[in-house]
């Protein structure tokens, strides 16, 4: 065979070189004509094809299910079962390897991860394929800058200064220690002292006001750069025997590096942030918080951390971030008699990359909020747009006085939007379903939201029109068959074409069981106890949901390094094989789940 048979395309960049040479010994080049039928329904397959040049679409009967183009192989799941179920036809002429059934079976039973690739459901695949392709968290997070990592500002103080002074700096910055300047020695030196120097200086029995705390710094300070490795700066303290170093550009002091930081650092980077966020005075400290958290979440996913795991991360650090910042503009008693949350995707914990805001403030019924509270609710939402969450285009926001309200009133709206189920309301009603606490008073939700979730759902008209925004942005297998059919120059929108008609479709069989739950996996999870979905149909949504958001992820991270927005578009032409294969496999059933909510809903008779 050719030497150009393309080992890095999925599922052969999964064999060891052995099991190369086997596919280079049992491989042929085939062709086939325009409109040639390359595998019937029905028939016992002989090869696994891998396309070289043209397009091959799948039909399943008369229906167009998936189509596959250069890198794309078909059909393995024939091959393992004995007989093909669909049709595999020509489009234009086509050129393809054709792999020995025997040799596919032999490299299955050699290689475990092949065999998963080739003929698995989408859990198995994303399964194969995160073995394969996560990398070690923690190696990515040694190989990160210090400067990256939490260096806490230096306090300098000067040698004379008396003990009982700088453990009252101690108390009021929160630190360990202090560096401390000796501008009577030859030449100047800097130390630094502790608290295991406070300890000394309280056993050798003298007033602490009369020691000076040059007189028992350290002054073998040990150094390490801002651009130095995070594991070196480690490795330096473990040689060293010491818990911190100073971090210097030159003869500048930049801060203290400690040992305690940089494990917290290594293990959880986002601890690191949290710490930030708890200890901001002012909106400027939480806004410097606020723009790491995009560089932890670069840093989680490309360290191998998956999707949904950092999506809970995210979902923590907000939800802390939002409640400093309103407890920072609002009074203490506003913020005890009302309940601040969040919706969306902020709401059911898939929130990723920065994006609009969607809020609301709930007030607590007879209590009297303070006059300026329209100042106070737009001080927050500027405060958010600060920290990188753009103003919401349909004013979703504590800002908007729609959004803001006592108890009851917001009882009556949202069962006003559920009684009268048109235009805005439905989309009211599916925003505020996914709402989410974050400050002050939890329950003050959870009045409204037992409120919403009492009131009989009866109404399968209503169901109906809810659910059927599935279809509202047009079908991803069509966009599939027309991306590859030619118009490679079109960007996928993820978010229209799989992650809303899934979450919209979770939601709406959420909403007909009435049940209270927010996360998109949550309520997969509740429906299947009921017995509302299947095991199998809840599996593959969920993978299919984490696929998504992991994808769109990649795609938003890329546009951020090349200084665009953000709109998580899946540009076709960066995607390899694999991520092709899963793609195809999960918008497929995006497509099976919207069939079964059609008969759900009956939505074809609308």
Known sequence: MPNAFNFNASPFDSLTPQEQRLVRDHVDVVYFRPDEVILDAGIAPMHLFVIIKGVVQQFDGEELV????????????????????????????????????????????????????????????????????????????????????????????????????????????????????????????????TTNALQRAILSGRPLE?????????????????????????????????????????????????????????????????????????IDELAEAAAQITDMIRRQFRGGTRAELIARLVQDLNARLFDRAWQLIAPAELVAHSCLFVMGSEGRGEQLLKTDQDNGLILRDGYAPPADLAELCQRFSDALARFGYPPCPGGIMVSNPAWRMGATEFAQTTRRWLAL???????????????????????????????????????????????????????????????????????????????????????????????PVTGTVARIEALVQRGELSADTGRELTDSLHFFLSLRLKAGLAELDRQQRVTGAVDFKSLNSLERDLLKDALDAVKRFKAQLRYRFRLNAL
Do not use: C
């Not at 360990?176 to 800097?190: E, F, I, Y």
């Not at 700066?233 to 060293?240: C, K």
């Not at 400050?439 to 009866?458: E, Y």
């Not at 059919?485 to 069989?509: D, M, T, W, Y």
């Open 421 to 515: 189920p048109e235009g805005d309301s439905l989309m009211n009603l599916a925003i505020f379903m996914d709402a989410h606490a974050v400050s002050g008073d939890a329950s003050l939700l959870d009045q409204v939201r037992d409120s919403l979730t009492q009131m009989a759902v009866d109404s399968d008209a209503m169901l109906a029109r809810f659910a059927g925004a599935i279809d509202a942005f047009g079908g991803s297998i069509g966009w599939w068959n027309r991306l590859l059919g030619g118009e490679a120059a079109q960007l996928l929108n993820l978010k229209k074409e799989g992650i809303f008609p899934l979450v919209h479709g979770v939601r709406s069989l959420a909403l007909a069981a009435r049940l």
């Open 210 to 282: 009369q020691i000076a705390v040059g007189e028992l710094s350290n002054y073998a300070l040990i150094s390490v750069r801002p651009s130095d490795l995070v594991g070196d700066a480690l490795a330096t303290m473990v040689r060293h025997h010491i818990h911190r170093v100073v971090v210097r550009e030159g003869e500048q002091v930049l801060g203290v590096l400690e040992a305690l930081d940089v494990f917290s650092f290594l293990s959880n980077h986002s601890m690191l942030i949290t710490l930030r966020i708890n200890g901001a005075r002012d």
């Open 66 to 193: 998936a189509t596959y183009g250069p890198d794309d192989s078909f059909d393995g799941r024939a091959l393992v079962a004995g007989r093909a179920s669909s049709r595999f036809v020509a489009v234009e002429e086509v050129v393809a390897y054709a792999l020995a059934r025997q040799t596919v079976n032999d490299l299955i039973a050699a290689n475990a991860t092949f065999g998963a690739l080739v003929f698995s459901d989408l859990g198995a695949k994303l399964s194969a394929a995160s073995q394969r392709h996560s990398g070690n968290e923690l190696q990515a997070l040694n190989m990160a800058r210090v400067d990256e990592a939490f260096v806490r500002p230096a306090h300098l103080v000067e040698a004379d200064t008396d003990v009982v002074s700088v453990v009252r700096l101690f108390q009021k910055e929160r630190t360990t220690n202090v560096l401390v300047r000796d501008a009577a020695s030859q030449p100047p030196r800097l130390g630094m002292f």
